[in-house]
């Protein structure tokens, strides 16, 4: 059965792989290691690709070894820094279409998350200590959620979570509440200001 075509769009990214019939070597020694890079460095130039990682393998230098050290390694579907992920979920954030994987679109939603409440407590003056000791139900805490939950794709539970609204249930109630209130005013805009 052939592969499914391969969705392409403009910044997308992708993890590419060559592997050997057989799982024969395809780099029988630097040579062809060197002749490899030469041309994939030929299609970047060509095609305004942008490598942001790759490794040369050999089936047989995979030994068994120490899997704690290859925990460092093993985070999902990115391999770097912090700093690297977090750039990489706010290049893609509004570009997830719907191949992609749920545990990235759920990052991306949280990262889209994080952001808008840095922006609400910089709006408000708040630090992350203010937004914990406000009443569950002050306005503007209230405000925050229901940005949340407009502009993320974020479940009502991590909502709740993340804006120390109560339990799931409390935090449903107050949101429909609030955006019962926003539909009322008319235009979307409300005693919320959003």
Same mark, same amino acid.
């Given at each position: 059965?052939?592969?499914?075509?391969?969705? %392409?769009?403009?910044?997308?990214?992708? @993890? #590419?792989m060559?592997?050997?019939?057989?799982?024969?070597?395809? $780099?029988?020694?630097?040579?062809?290691? @060197?002749d $490899?890079? !030469?041309?994939?460095? %030929?299609?970047?130039? &060509?095609?305004? *690709?942008? #490598?942001?990682?790759y490794?040369?393998? =050999?089936?047989?230098?995979?030994?068994?070894g120490? %899997?704690?050290?290859?925990?460092?390694?093993?985070?999902? *579907?990115? #391999? /770097?820094? %912090?700093? $690297?992920r977090? =750039?990489?979920?706010?290049?893609m954030? +509004?570009?997830l +279409? =719907?191949?992609?994987?749920?545990?990235?679109?759920?990052?991306?939603?949280?990262a &889209?998350?994080?952001?808008?409440?840095?922006?609400?407590?910089?709006?408000? /003056? *708040?630090?992350?200590?203010?937004?914990?000791?406000?009443? &569950?139900?002050?306005?503007?805490?209230?405000?925050?959620?229901?940005?949340?939950r407009?502009e993320?794709?974020?479940?009502? !539970?991590?909502?709740?979570?993340? #804006?120390?609204?109560?339990?799931?249930?409390?935090?449903?109630a107050?949101l429909?509440?609030?955006? !019962? =209130?926003?539909?009322?005013? +008319?235009? /979307?805009?409300?005693? $919320? +200001?959003?």
């Amino acid at each position: 059965m052939p592969r499914k075509l391969r969705i %392409e769009y403009p910044g997308a990214m992708y @993890h #590419v792989m060559s592997r050997g019939n057989r799982r024969q070597d395809i $780099f029988l020694d630097d040579v062809d290691r @060197h002749d $490899f890079l !030469k041309t994939l460095a %030929e299609a970047c130039q &060509k095609t305004g *690709w942008q #490598v942001h990682a790759y490794c040369l393998m =050999e089936a047989r230098r995979l030994e068994p070894g120490d %899997e704690a050290a290859l925990t460092v390694f093993r985070r999902g *579907w990115y #391999v /770097g820094s %912090e700093v $690297f992920r977090q =750039e990489q979920l706010a290049r893609m954030e +509004g570009k997830l +279409g =719907e191949h992609h994987a749920g545990q990235l679109r759920r990052e991306t939603a949280e990262a &889209k998350g994080e952001r808008i409440i840095a922006e609400e407590l910089r709006r408000l /003056g *708040w630090s992350e200590r203010d937004l914990a000791i406000r009443r &569950k139900n002050a306005p503007d805490r209230v405000a925050i959620a229901v940005r949340l939950r407009r502009e993320a794709t974020l479940s009502i !539970k991590t909502i709740a979570a993340r #804006v120390h609204l109560g339990t799931s249930n409390t935090a449903n109630a107050r949101l429909h509440r609030a955006m !019962k =209130e926003l539909v009322a005013a +008319g235009s /979307g805009q409300g005693a $919320f +200001g959003i």
